[in-house]
T-cell receptor
Framework: SQTIHQWPATLVQPVGSPLSLECTVE??????LYWYRQAAGRGLQLLFY??????ISSEVPQNLSASRPQDRQFILSSKKLLLSDSGFYLC????????????FGPGTRLTVT | GDSVTQMEGPVTLSEEAFLTINCTYT??????LFWYVQYPGEGLQLLLKATKADDKGSNKGFEATYRKETTSFHLEKGSVQVSDSAVYFCALSERASNTGKLIFGQGTTLQVKP
């Protein structure tokens, strides 16, 4: 069976500090991968998606970036965090054909102080 | 572009009440439709899905039928429990591309009181 991991689970960072969130998927190969942000009490905002190694598409302009150095690894980064980057970050994966349901990780709660 | 609209929340029900959360969509082509559930502090879990018109998805007592004529996918449960309290998201897949991107509704909070 497939599993998806995210770490860390929680993070408190000062404004201006760098960020690195990691997501890994087990039990499948060549998945589509996604990063979402969920602000408190709000819906989901798709930040990035990837259909293959080194292939990253950005959905919204911001000071975040994403990378996919390995088939089942997806990393979300920032060089300098802003207060507005606080939120709940979710990673998800889907197969590359069929009905495209996505499976989500447990999330990372980021607080920028 | 494609879009999903859910009923505004929060929805507050007593235990054993009947639940309906409305979801309508706009899409080109024939998307797959999904309901996800999010418990406090957790990621989203796939609750059920339907991939073509008139399909009924079901899981854990929840049901939703893909209605192409009304472009709807309403979530129902006959008797809710306190443990069903969560945020529910309706979503559709963008079948026009192979990216697997989903379009989500804004979410509906359900509170079930004992």
């Amino acid at each position: 069976s497939q599993t998806i991991h995210q770490w860390p689970a929680t993070l408190v960072q000062p404004v201006g500090s760098p960020l690195s969130l990691e997501c890994t998927v087990e039990g499948t190969s060549n998945p589509n991968l996604y990063w979402y942000r969920q602000a408190a009490g709000r819906g989901l905002q798709l930040l990035f998606y990837s259909v293959g190694i080194g292939q990253i598409s950005s959905e919204v302009p911001q000071n975040l970036s994403a990378s996919r150095p390995q088939d089942r690894q997806f990393i979300l980064s920032s060089k300098k965090l802003l207060l507005s980057d606080s939120g709940f970050y979710l990673c998800a994966w889907s197969r590359t054909s069929g009905s495209y349901e996505q499976y989500f990780g447990p999330g990372t709660r980021l607080t920028v102080t | 572009g494609d879009s999903v609209t859910q009923m505004e929340g929060p929805v507050t029900l007593s235990e054993e009440a009947f639940l309906t959360i409305n979801c309508t969509y706009t899409a080109t082509g024939y998307p797959s439709l999904f309901w996800y559930v999010q418990y406090p502090g957790e990621g989203l879990q796939l609750l059920l899905k339907a991939t073509k018109a008139d399909d009924k998805g079901s899981n854990k007592g929840f049901e939703a039928t893909y209605r192409k004529e009304t472009t709807s996918f309403h979530l129902e449960k006959g008797s809710v429990q306190v443990s069903d309290s969560a945020v529910y998201f309706c979503a559709l897949s963008e079948r026009a591309s192979n990216t697997g991107k989903l379009i989500f509704g804004q979410g509906t909070t359900l509170q079930v009181k004992p």
